[in-house]
Every structure is written in C-alpha cells, then in structure tokens.
C-alpha cells in the first residue's frame, strides 16, 4: 500500500469537528464560530521604540503571523499605541499589567484588543463597567488572559497552588463580571507552563462557556523544549476540537514562534499547507550527507509560498518509493542525485547541483500555480 505524502485535496480531513463558540473580532480578524485558528506572537522590543517595533511587527506579519500583541507597562508605551496601531499591517493587542489605566489608553488608540490579567490588574473589578462601556464604544474585543504565575491570590489560597481547577474558576469569574454588564466580546486563556495542567483547564473550561478560547503554554522555555511542549498540548487539544487562536510561546526570535505555530496548525489540516520538505532520518544506507542536504534545500526554499511537498531522500534504495506522492524530490547517492516529481525521474544530476535543481523546479511549479508567474526564489 501507498501511503499519500501529497497535498490534501480541501476539504482536508481533521481528527474533530472544531467546537462552536462564540465569535468576537480583533481588529479585521475573526476568531472563534467558523472562523480560521488565528497565530500570534508578541513583541520583544520596548513598545516606545516605535521604529523597532514596528520594523519586528513587519517581520512576523511576513512570517505570517495574523495577530501581534505588545506590552504596556508604562505611560511612555501607552503613548507610543496609537502609532503602531495605525501603521501595522495586523491587529495589535495591547498586553495590560497592573495599571487600569492602560486599558483605557489602549482601547482609545485603536487596539484590536486589549489583553487584561485580573489576577494582578490593581482595582480591577470595580472599573469592568467602565471598561465595557468604553470597549463597546470603540468595537474593541478583550482577552482575559489567566495565568499560572500571577494567579487570583484568593484562589491561590484556596487551591494552594494554581491548579487546572483554579485558573477555569478564576477566568470563569471574571467572566461572569463581563457578563453582568452585558458584554461578550471577549476571549479567554488560561495558561499553564506544564502542558497537563494547561490541556485540563481548557478542556474544563471548554465544557462551561462558549468563549473561544486562546490557547498559550506560558514560559514553555528555549525552543526546542517550548516546541515540544506547545506542539503537544496544543496537536491535544485541537485534536479534540479546542482552541481558536495560539500563541506558542518560546525563549526565541518571535518569528519561531509564528513558523511552530503555522507548521502544528498545518500538521492537523486545520490551516493551509504550504511549502513542506519531507527528509529521511538517514541510515548506514545513505551515500550522501542528506543531514546537510536536506537543511540547504530547506534553506533555499525559505521564499517558496505555494504549497508544494519536497522530498530529500539520503540514497536510491527506497528513496523513489518513499518520496513518490512528494512533487518534487531527490533520491542522492554516489555522487549524483536523481531529481523526480510525482515519483517519476526527470534527470539525473551532480551532487552538487541538487540544491540549485530543486529551486529551479519549485520556481517553475510555484509559477504555474501563481497569477504572476514570477519565480519566488533563486541561488546565487
């Protein structure tokens, strides 16, 4: 039997029908009902440095990120939203610790949302009513984003440590407050840094409310451990239908975070595939360093958007087999590389002309499947 490495034909198949939820806006994007599962990521620069800023919102809007979010945490920041609200190609969510105030601000400047943690937002629940009422005014969605580190002491108390329990009862509260002002334009996390606990909470909390839910493993770690962890709690609770917007958090460039979140949305049909190199783990078998091979096919691709599959197979043996349902592909060993699409052997070419190959086939394939017809990448 033949197992298809090919592309889905749409629909693709998911492993749950997604869960109906509520469905809000932020900025121009939708989340939650039918909406596609939005990436985020976060600024690491100081939000007053608008030119930074801006120039790192730029990148993970190329990377494909839907929604940014920046931190707030000082009267120069709040200053500097309007600004980068205006000039951003994606929403902004403006991140508020602390200071009510910058909610204010924030939903004033034109923020797609305003993220809030009421566990350390000081005179919080008093200033709700005022809250909606200027969020309402200006179509502006909120986040009330529950975390493990800055739980509500109250319930810290209780529970004695911030249990799957006590992050859904704290979000489910400060709902609950939302609600009695009659407003619902909002979304919820609750976000733990041991992906047990946090794939418990959004599983309780996704059987008490129809909010849509943003999915976070808060301080996941660097990022091989940060993708490890994300791409399991979250493949967990997506396979079951649960979630409408991510953030994979990572000790890294932000833009890793945009391409782990893309590649475990993509894994489970849940958004678009594109560009995808399918490699061997290689074995005493290879008679090239497919290793090498295959991070410089990786590499020259980068720019490739269309959603092609590219096999890198280390040697002949089983190399076409493997590969067959790739587009495109190599099968290398002894000095030269055997370039095939769809299984069937185009050329044979040198070592090392494999790389510089493969680019020109997936330029001419991606042409044929955009409306310019203009090569996406080259080696120089």
Same mark, same amino acid.
């Not at 592309?7 to 998911?14: S, Y």
């Not at 690491?44 to 120039?55: E, S, V």
């Not at 600004?83 to 610790?97: K, L, T």
């Not at 649960?242 to 460039?253: E, F, K, M, P, Y």
């Given at each position: 039997?033949?197992?298809n $490495?090919?592309?889905?034909?749409?629909?693709?198949? =998911?492993?749950?029908?997604?869960?109906?939820?509520?469905?809000?806006?932020?900025?121009?994007?939708?989340? +939650?009902?039918?909406?596609? %599962?939005?990436?985020?990521?976060m600024?690491?620069?100081?939000?007053?440095?608008? @030119?930074?800023?801006?120039?790192?919102i730029?990148?993970? =809007?190329?990377?494909? #990120?839907?929604?940014?979010?920046v931190? #707030?945490?000082? /009267?120069?920041?709040?200053?500097? $939203?309007p600004?980068?609200?205006?000039?951003?190609?994606?929403?902004?969510?403006?991140?508020?610790?602390?200071?009510?105030?910058?909610?204010?601000?924030?939903?004033?400047?034109?923020c797609?949302?305003?993220?809030?943690?009421?566990g350390?937002?000081?005179?919080?629940?008093?200033?709700?009513?005022?809250?909606?009422?200027?969020?309402?005014?200006?179509?502006?969605?909120?986040?009330?984003?529950?975390?493990?580190?800055?739980? *509500?002491?109250?319930?810290?108390?209780?529970?004695?440590?911030?249990?799957?329990?006590?992050?859904?009862?704290?979000?489910?509260?400060?709902?609950?407050?939302?609600?009695?002002?009659?407003?619902?334009?909002?979304? %919820?996390?609750?976000?733990?840094?041991?992906?047990?606990?946090? %794939?418990?909470?959004?599983?309780?909390?996704?059987?008490? #409310?129809?909010?849509?839910l943003?999915?976070?493993? =808060?301080?996941?770690?660097?990022?091989?451990?940060?993708?490890i962890?994300?791409?399991v709690?979250?493949?967990?609770? $997506?396979?079951?239908g649960?979630? *409408?917007? %991510?953030?994979?958090?990572?000790?890294? *460039?932000p833009?890793?975070?945009?391409?782990? +979140?893309?590649?475990i949305?993509?894994?489970?049909?849940?958004?678009?595939?594109?560009?995808?190199?399918?490699?061997?783990?290689?074995?005493?078998?290879?008679?090239? *360093?497919?290793?090498?091979?295959?991070?410089?096919?990786t590499?020259?691709?980068? @720019?490739?958007?269309?959603?092609?599959?590219?096999?890198?197979? @280390? #040697?002949?043996?089983?190399?076409?087999?493997?590969?067959?349902?790739?587009?495109?592909?190599?099968?290398?060993g002894? @000095?030269?590389?055997?370039i095939?699409?769809?299984?069937?052997?185009?050329? =044979?070419?040198?070592?090392?002309e494999?790389?510089?190959?493969?680019v020109?086939?997936?330029?001419?394939?991606?042409a044929?499947?955009?409306?310019?017809? /203009?090569?996406?990448?080259?080696?120089?």
């Open positions: 039997m033949t197992v $490495l090919g592309m889905p034909t749409p629909p693709a198949p =998911t492993l749950a029908p997604r869960r109906r939820t509520r469905q809000i806006r932020v900025g121009d994007v939708l989340v +939650g009902g039918d909406a596609p %599962i939005s990436v985020q990521s600024t690491t620069t100081k939000t007053h440095d608008i @030119g930074a800023t801006l120039q790192q730029a990148a993970l =809007t190329a990377a494909g #990120c839907d929604i940014v979010r931190a #707030c945490p000082t /009267d120069k920041d709040a200053e500097s $939203l600004v980068i609200a205006r000039q951003s190609q994606i929403p902004v969510i403006a991140d508020i610790h602390f200071q009510p105030k910058y909610v204010f601000a924030a939903i004033e400047a034109g797609g949302a305003v993220r809030v943690n009421p350390n937002i000081r005179k919080f629940d008093d200033q709700i009513a005022a809250i909606c009422a200027s969020a309402a005014e200006h179509q502006v969605s909120l986040r009330i984003g529950v975390n493990a580190g800055s739980l *509500d002491p109250r319930l810290l108390a209780r529970y004695g440590a911030p249990t799957a329990e006590a992050l859904v009862e704290s979000a489910l509260w400060e709902a609950s407050l939302f609600e009695q002002v009659g407003f619902h334009d909002f979304k %919820i996390s609750v976000k733990h840094h041991d992906p047990v606990v946090m %794939i418990r909470a959004y599983e309780q909390l996704s059987e008490q #409310c129809d909010y849509p943003h999915l976070g493993v =808060t301080e996941a770690g660097p990022a091989f451990q940060g993708t962890k994300s791409a709690a979250f493949g967990h609770l $997506l396979s079951e649960i979630g *409408d917007t %991510i953030r994979v958090s990572l000790s890294a *460039d833009v890793e975070e945009v391409k782990v +979140g893309i590649k949305l993509e894994s489970l049909n849940l958004r678009p595939r594109g560009l995808e190199i399918v490699s061997c783990p290689s074995c005493g078998r290879c008679q090239v *360093d497919v290793l090498t091979l295959a991070n410089e096919v590499d020259a691709l980068e @720019g490739i958007t269309a959603p092609l599959r590219v096999a890198v197979m @280390g #040697c002949v043996v089983n190399g076409l087999g493997e590969g067959r349902e790739a587009d495109l592909g190599v099968a290398a002894n @000095g030269k590389g055997k095939f699409m769809h299984g069937e052997v185009i050329r =044979t070419v040198p070592e090392h494999i790389v510089a190959t493969l020109d086939e997936a330029n001419r394939m991606a044929e499947m955009s409306d310019t017809g /203009d090569p996406v990448v080259s080696v120089s």
